[in-house]
């Protein structure tokens, strides 16, 4: 079975610094997606960036980019210049490509930004 | 603009009462998903549906039932309502070709 983990229940950060977290993931799939998703306090879920299995570029998406590495299973997320409203969870998952949609998530990471 | 809606966003229910809680979605996707997340768990799906009339197990389907009777409503029933089952329940829905999903707001259920 897929698993998804993040090892940092918590992180925080300085207000316009960068920050990294983690997540890993365990897979005998080639061909699937990875995404990060954020969950701001009350507030709905959104999508921040999603990664192809496939494609070796990394996904950017404005101050969201991340590190993909494949052969670690390893799909980190970097947000520059952090502002006060990416405080949020975040939480990495996975799922396969195919007719098959599941999303397998990861515990999360809370974020706190500090101003 | 993508809305995925939920019928209550706070519930408080007795034990072994029957709780529904109703999503709807406006995007005309195939997939509904519910999923119940609690502190240090994360997500956890517990049915989805790819079609109307049809429905797959999650993870944790125990003491849960689905419903699906239109293609822009997918619906959790408790059938007999537990203490352990006081979460935050969140569902979403996604497109065959996609496989990002869009997820709604919530309901946060409290069963005494």
């Known amino acids: 079975a897929q698993t998804v983990t993040q090892s940092q229940p918590e992180m925080s950060v300085q207000e316009a610094e960068t920050v990294t977290l983690s997540c890993t993931y365990d897979t005998s799939e080639s061909d699937y997606y990875l995404f990060w998703y954020k969950q701001p306090p009350s507030r709905q879920m959104i999508l921040v960036i999603r990664q192809e299995a496939y494609k070796q570029q990394n996904a950017t998406e404005n101050r969201f980019s991340v590190n993909f590495q494949k052969a670690a299973k390893s799909f980190s997320l970097k947000i520059s210049d952090s502002q006060l409203g990416d405080a949020a969870m975040y939480f990495c998952a996975y799922t396969r490509g195919g007719s098959n949609y599941k999303l397998t998530f990861g515990k999360g990471t809370l974020l706190t930004v500090n101003p | 603009d993508v809305k995925v809606t939920q019928s209550s966003r706070y519930l408080v229910k007795r034990t072994g009462e029957k709780v529904f809680l109703e999503c709807v979605q406006d995007m005309d996707h195939e997939n509904m998903f519910w999923y119940r997340q609690d502190p240090g768990l994360g997500l956890r799906l517990i049915y989805f549906?790819?079609?109307?009339?049809?429905?797959e197990k999650g993870d944790i389907p125990e003491g849960y039932s689905v419903s699906r009777e239109k293609k822009e409503r997918f619906s959790l029933i408790l059938e007999s309502a537990s203490t352990n089952q006081t979460s935050m329940y969140l569902c979403?829905?996604?497109?065959?070709?996609?496989?990002?999903?869009?997820f709604g707001p919530g309901t946060r259920l409290t069963v005494l």
């Open positions: 549906s790819y079609d109307v009339k049809m429905k």
């Open positions: 979403a829905s996604s497109a065959y070709v996609i496989n990002e999903q869009f």
